[in-house]
């Protein structure tokens, strides 16, 4: 039960684009259309910011968007913001009705 | 209001149990998966449990079998987390969430701290 392969950290300025990747196996990301994607500020609780691989909960901005090829997922943050820095985690569905989290991203808006 | 309030962490020695909470309200708690997730210091996230709607099947991450059990009451709108055996490294802050395939609602946690 490892958890999915997140980068540790990645950067961009105001206005530019960013994606997140996150890769797991034929029995989770690769299997099931339920990839999700949280933004986690510090001190607070997760947020979730995409669901079912493309989905966007309301309220949500639509600079927001999420893919899936194959065993990677990704996340696209476009146009940033200053408010965007936060620790994003993917997760998926997976065999034995469990589910699983990547190790996590510290974005960092510079 | 539209919530989950988890309640009942503290300090507690290796070695010792606690019970966990989570109170749900705003929504038909009965039509829904529930899961525990927890957050070690400074560390990811970790799903630990989740409960189907009737409780009649349990799902665990490898660490905790046979030390916790998750359970839910329908008619007390509750979900719970019996942890027994703690040890140091389930300190954590501990969050359920409402959802199996993809938790979306969640609450604000509550911290485990296990230590002597």
């Known amino acids: 039960q490892s958890a999915l392969t997140q980068p540790g950290s990645v950067s961009g300025s105001p206005g530019q684009s960013i994606t997140i990747s996150c890769t797991g196996t034929?029995?989770?990301?690769?299997?099931?259309?339920?990839v999700s994607w949280y933004q986690q500020h510090p001190g607070k609780a997760p947020k979730v910011m995409i669901y079912?691989?493309?989905n966007r909960p309301s309220g949500v901005s639509n600079r927001f968007s999420g893919s899936k090829s194959g065993n990677t997922a990704s996340l696209t943050i476009s146009g940033l913001q200053a408010e965007d820095e936060a620790d994003y985690y993917c997760?998926?569905?997976?065999?034995?009705?469990?589910?699983?989290f990547g190790g996590g991203t510290k974005l960092t808006v510079l | 209001e539209v919530q989950l309030v988890e309640s009942g962490g503290g300090l507690v020695q290796p070695g010792g149990s606690l019970r966990l909470s989570c109170a749900a309200s705003?929504?038909?708690?009965?039509?829904?998966?529930m899961t525990w997730v927890r957050q070690a210091p400074g560390k990811g996230l970790e799903w630990v449990a989740n409960?189907?709607?009737?409780?009649?099947?349990?799902n665990y991450v490898d660490s905790v079998k046979g030390r916790f059990t998750i359970s839910r009451d329908n008619d007390k709108n509750s979900l719970y987390l019996q942890m027994n055996s703690l040890r140091a490294e389930d300190t954590a802050v501990y969050y359920c969430?409402?959802?199996?395939?993809?938790?979306?609602?969640w609450g604000r946690g509550t911290l485990v701290t296990v230590s002597s």
């Open positions: 997760s998926s569905y997976s065999s034995s009705s469990t589910l699983r």
């Open positions: 969430a409402r959802g199996q395939t993809r938790p979306a609602l």
């Open positions: 409960i189907n709607l009737d409780g009649s099947e349990k």
């Open positions: 034929s029995s989770d990301v690769g299997a099931y259309n339920f």
């Open positions: 705003g929504f038909t708690f009965s039509s829904f998966w």
């Open positions: 079912d691989v493309t």
